[in-house]
């Protein structure tokens, strides 16, 4: 080794530039790629015959996706009004009630079943969710119901663990001086320390809402895939990550290119979500 | 009629006592049936036997294998790109807009759904690239989504160095290379280690990005270029299929298992980690 030093330093420095500009790369190679194969269809077809279109017919010149973007949004509120209520009152138990020692057990234990790949929800949705769906409420069981009920479920570690983040952040004196005051614990919860943790909860239901318009293989196991909007919720309905799933083994033409223009409005809605929840966490910073 | 806050925060806490209660019940339930009804399918023939007839029949080797390699090969990738990039964010930089732009890309890449890792791989591996579907495309696409997970845990890992040691290390006239080889990595090693099991159980479980770059073939994948299939990609066929309940519930067990065991040591280690600095 006769190189000096800071020669050596150098390297290192260009080298961890290079690995850190990696990321930016790939993000870059993502969207140009799904961009590149995805435009061209909504310049030849039209945005509006694409977004708003109801027809799904891709080797007969059709490709309105309208009724996957609503469905797309309809399991995602469904996912979020049975896990952004629970996941938040799980999360109060946790920050407020709960005594260290079951804290300690359970925060882990519930961060642990976020690993549980989505397969396996989609398959447990198919053997017990969809045949009560069908048993009691009719239909074919692969509905709107079922799938946001799995979603639901899907969801909860995300809302629970971020919102716990937000509570616990929120000082130990703004509970004191609410107790102080006379205040009952559930008051002192309702009125000061969740208005304070209110964009950090808000955060999680938002990154609840991305976890559950992304997810793919549990959703077309149970979703049922029919390619209208959904007018009960025991209809079946095909989301906008069911669709790319569902034919991209085989599509080719222009076929591939709608799957990618699905790609493309999903990846857009992502986009925003994100965009969101981080806005939404940053204030939460500043205050 | 105003009633009582003490009664109402009784109430509440009664009700929130039992939504929490109901929620572990539920994690607890799901992981309870995949282990009552996959334990008497599982045994070491399963484990070590090759399917057979789709899956209808046999075990669950080649997909293990298929698991194994996927998961090594995306850590070797990952790891010291994801190190790397951690390394950079706080050792060589001061907080600027290169440093933004990079922690957006890292978030941003991090809140990208499965799917579209899988439509990307697809069309740049599978398709631009030629390798077809195989096990080099399912590593390279499982490397970019993994890499949000290793950079972000390295990080905090590194942030929780004190700065004690990095003073020491400087005032020994150590370089700052050296400094960070031979005293930030090791003692954030821990943390480090923590984000790369979370990243294994992620690869481990994936399956919309795997089933379009690596294919699903059942053979035992013998090289790079050959395409093969995970334990969660075989047990998503065999579910939707309806090719074999049994063999269905026992894959899941495997795959259930062995995620919360990576992911259990993962925790272990980070708890260690924090009881040593707090």
């Not at chain 1, 095909?238 to 709608?258: C, K, P, S, V, W």
Request: with cysteine; glycine share 10%; charged share 15%.
């Amino acid at each position: 080794m006769t190189k000096k030093p800071f020669t050596k330093e150098n390297v290192v420095k260009w080298v961890l530039t290079a690995f850190a500009l990696s990321s930016l790369l790939f993000l870059f190679l993502i969207f140009a790629f799904i961009l590149v194969e995805g435009l061209p269809l909504f310049l030849k077809i039209g945005l509006k015959k694409i977004i708003f279109g109801f027809k799904w017919a891709p080797t007969k010149g059709y490709f309105g996706i309208f009724p996957m973007i609503v469905s797309s949004f309809l399991v995602t509120f469904g996912a979020l009004i049975i896990g952004a209520p629970l996941g938040l009152s799980c999360a109060i138990y946790l920050s407020e009630y709960s005594g260290k020692k079951l804290k300690m057990f359970l925060k882990p234990a519930l961060e642990l079943l976020a690993g549980i790949p989505s397969v396996v929800y989609g398959f447990l949705g198919v053997i017990y969710i969809v045949p009560l769906v069908r048993e009691y409420l009719g239909g074919s069981g692969f509905s709107l119901l079922a799938t946001s009920i799995i979603l639901g479920v899907m969801i909860l570690p995300t809302v629970i663990s971020i919102s716990f983040d937000a509570l616990v952040s929120v000082p130990r004196t703004y509970r004191e001086g609410s107790f102080a005051m006379g205040a009952t614990k559930w008051q002192t919860i309702y009125r000061v320390v969740i208005p304070s943790a209110k964009s950090g909860i808000l955060a999680s239901f938002i990154l609840g809402m991305g976890r559950a318009i992304g997810e793919t293989m549990a959703v077309i196991m149970i979703a049922g895939n029919a390619l209208k909007i959904p007018v009960s919720i025991l209809d079946p309905l095909r989301t906008l990550t069911g669709n790319i799933a569902l034919e991209l083994a085989y599509a080719t033409g222009d076929h591939r290119q709608g799957l990618f223009s699905t790609g493309v409005v999903l990846l857009v809605i992502i986009m925003i979500l994100n965009y969101i929840a981080n806005f939404g966490i940053k204030r939460k910073v500043l205050k | 009629m105003r009633i009582n806050p003490r009664v109402i925060d009784t109430a509440v806490k009664i009700g929130l006592n039992g939504q929490a209660f109901f929620t572990v019940a539920i994690l607890v339930v799901i992981v309870a049936v995949i282990f009552v009804k996959g334990c008497p399918y599982v045994n070491l023939g399963f484990l070590f036997s090759s399917p057979e007839d789709m899956g209808r029949h046999g075990g669950i080797f080649s997909a293990i294998i298929g698991t194994a390699f996927l998961c090594f090969l995306s850590i070797v990738f990952a790891t010291p790109l994801g190190v790397g990039t951690a390394i950079f964010l706080t050792e060589y930089t001061k907080e600027s807009i290169f440093t933004k732009m990079i922690r957006f890309g890292v978030e941003s890449l991090a809140g990208i759904p499965s799917i579209l890792y899988g439509l990307f791989g697809f069309i740049f591996f599978v398709i631009k690239l030629k390798m077809g579907w195989s096990v080099l495309a399912g590593v390279l696409t499982m490397t970019i989504m993994i890499l949000p997970t290793i950079i972000r845990t390295s990080e905090e890992a590194i942030k929780a160095v004190p700065r004690n040691l990095r003073i020491v290390s400087y005032s020994l006239s150590a370089t700052r290379w050296e400094t960070v080889t031979k005293v930030v990595i090791p003692s954030a090693a821990p943390g480090i280690l923590t984000g790369i099991m979370l990243s294994v159980g992620r690869a481990v479980g994936e399956t919309a990005a795997v089933i379009f770059t690596m294919g699903s073939s059942l053979r035992v994948p013998t090289s790079l270029m050959d395409s093969g299939r995970t334990m969660a990609v075989h047990f998503y066929i065999l579910a939707r299929e309806g090719i074999s309940m049994e063999n269905a519930y026992a894959t899941a067990l495997v795959l259930v298992l062995s995620i919360l065991f990576i992911n259990v040591i993962a925790y272990y280690i980070m708890n260690r980690v924090i009881s040593r600095y707090s």
